[in-house]
Nanobody, 127 residues
Framework: QVQLVESGGGLVQPGGSLTLSCAAS????????MGWFRQAPGKEREFAAA????????YYADSVKGRFTISRDNDKNTVYLLMNSLKPEDTAVYYC????????????????????RGQGTRVTVSS
Protein backbone atom coordinates (compact mmCIF):
# COMPACT_ATOMS: atom_id res chain seq x y z
CA GLN A 1 0.00 0.00 0.00
CA VAL A 2 1.47 3.29 -1.11
CA GLN A 3 1.48 6.10 1.41
CA LEU A 4 2.64 9.69 1.08
CA VAL A 5 2.66 11.60 4.34
CA GLU A 6 3.31 15.33 4.37
CA SER A 7 4.55 17.26 7.38
CA GLY A 8 6.02 20.62 8.27
CA GLY A 9 3.09 22.92 7.64
CA GLY A 10 2.02 25.61 10.07
CA LEU A 11 1.62 29.32 10.66
CA VAL A 12 4.43 31.61 9.55
CA GLN A 13 4.78 35.36 9.19
CA PRO A 14 5.23 36.99 5.79
CA GLY A 15 8.87 36.82 4.78
CA GLY A 16 9.42 33.70 6.83
CA SER A 17 10.43 30.19 5.84
CA LEU A 18 9.10 26.67 6.16
CA THR A 19 10.29 23.29 4.99
CA LEU A 20 7.72 20.71 4.04
CA SER A 21 8.56 17.02 3.99
CA CYS A 22 6.81 14.11 2.31
CA ALA A 23 7.71 10.61 3.40
CA ALA A 24 6.86 7.85 0.95
CA SER A 25 6.34 4.17 1.61
CA UNK A 26 5.04 1.18 -0.31
CA UNK A 27 6.76 2.09 -3.57
CA UNK A 28 10.25 2.11 -5.04
CA UNK A 29 10.76 5.78 -4.39
CA UNK A 30 13.67 6.26 -6.77
CA UNK A 31 11.47 5.09 -9.67
CA UNK A 32 9.08 8.01 -9.25
CA UNK A 33 9.06 11.68 -10.06
CA MET A 34 7.63 13.75 -7.22
CA GLY A 35 5.56 16.89 -7.22
CA TRP A 36 4.17 19.47 -4.82
CA PHE A 37 0.78 20.98 -5.53
CA ARG A 38 -1.23 23.45 -3.51
CA GLN A 39 -4.80 24.56 -3.11
CA ALA A 40 -5.69 27.89 -1.60
CA PRO A 41 -9.11 28.50 -0.03
CA GLY A 42 -11.70 28.98 -2.75
CA LYS A 43 -9.21 28.36 -5.56
CA GLU A 44 -8.26 25.58 -7.91
CA ARG A 45 -5.39 23.27 -7.09
CA GLU A 46 -2.19 24.42 -8.77
CA PHE A 47 1.26 23.12 -9.47
CA ALA A 48 4.07 24.38 -7.25
CA ALA A 49 7.19 22.29 -7.94
CA ALA A 50 8.37 18.91 -9.19
CA UNK A 51 11.55 16.87 -9.32
CA UNK A 52 12.71 14.00 -11.49
CA UNK A 53 13.45 10.57 -10.06
CA UNK A 54 17.16 11.29 -9.80
CA UNK A 55 16.79 14.84 -8.55
CA UNK A 56 18.67 16.12 -11.56
CA UNK A 57 15.76 18.07 -13.00
CA UNK A 58 13.46 20.43 -11.13
CA TYR A 59 10.45 22.43 -12.24
CA TYR A 60 8.71 25.39 -10.62
CA ALA A 61 5.63 27.47 -11.06
CA ASP A 62 6.45 31.06 -11.93
CA SER A 63 4.79 32.18 -8.71
CA VAL A 64 7.31 30.32 -6.54
CA LYS A 65 10.44 30.36 -8.70
CA GLY A 66 13.39 31.80 -6.82
CA ARG A 67 11.67 31.36 -3.44
CA PHE A 68 10.93 27.62 -3.24
CA THR A 69 13.38 24.75 -3.63
CA ILE A 70 12.36 21.14 -4.15
CA SER A 71 14.80 18.36 -3.30
CA ARG A 72 14.73 14.66 -2.54
CA ASP A 73 16.65 12.04 -0.60
CA ASN A 74 16.17 8.67 -2.23
CA ASP A 75 17.85 6.92 0.68
CA LYS A 76 15.22 8.32 3.03
CA ASN A 77 12.30 8.04 0.59
CA THR A 78 11.54 11.68 1.24
CA VAL A 79 10.93 14.77 -0.85
CA TYR A 80 11.24 18.28 0.56
CA LEU A 81 9.97 21.72 -0.28
CA LEU A 82 11.96 24.58 1.19
CA MET A 83 9.85 27.72 1.10
CA ASN A 84 11.50 31.09 1.64
CA SER A 85 10.20 34.65 1.50
CA LEU A 86 6.69 33.42 2.10
CA LYS A 87 3.78 35.63 1.11
CA PRO A 88 0.16 35.61 2.25
CA GLU A 89 -0.77 34.30 -1.20
CA ASP A 90 1.25 31.16 -0.47
CA THR A 91 -1.39 30.20 2.08
CA ALA A 92 -2.77 26.84 0.98
CA VAL A 93 -2.94 23.15 1.65
CA TYR A 94 0.17 21.61 0.13
CA TYR A 95 0.04 18.12 -1.32
CA CYS A 96 2.84 15.89 -2.43
CA UNK A 97 2.31 13.45 -5.26
CA UNK A 98 4.20 10.68 -7.02
CA UNK A 99 4.12 9.59 -10.64
CA UNK A 100 6.08 7.35 -12.89
CA UNK A 101 8.82 9.21 -14.69
CA UNK A 102 7.05 11.23 -17.37
CA UNK A 103 7.97 11.22 -21.05
CA UNK A 104 7.79 14.97 -21.41
CA UNK A 105 8.60 17.97 -19.25
CA UNK A 106 5.04 19.21 -19.52
CA UNK A 107 3.72 16.15 -17.77
CA UNK A 108 5.30 17.23 -14.49
CA UNK A 109 2.79 20.06 -14.20
CA UNK A 110 -0.42 18.03 -14.48
CA UNK A 111 -1.86 16.76 -11.21
CA UNK A 112 -3.97 14.16 -13.00
CA UNK A 113 -0.82 12.36 -14.08
CA UNK A 114 0.25 11.65 -10.52
CA UNK A 115 -1.03 8.27 -9.45
CA UNK A 116 -0.36 8.73 -5.74
CA ARG A 117 -1.20 11.73 -3.56
CA GLY A 118 -0.86 12.60 0.07
CA GLN A 119 -3.47 14.07 2.39
CA GLY A 120 -1.88 17.48 2.52
CA THR A 121 -0.38 19.84 5.08
CA ARG A 122 -1.70 23.31 5.72
CA VAL A 123 0.49 26.39 5.37
CA THR A 124 -0.78 29.73 6.61
CA VAL A 125 1.20 32.89 5.97
CA SER A 126 -0.12 35.69 8.10
CA SER A 127 1.01 38.35 10.53
Amino acid sequence: QVQLVESGGGLVQPGGSLTLSCAASGLTFSDYAMGWFRQAPGKEREFAAAISWSGRYTYYADSVKGRFTISRDNDKNTVYLLMNSLKPEDTAVYYCAARVQPDSNGAYYAFDGYGYRGQGTRVTVSS
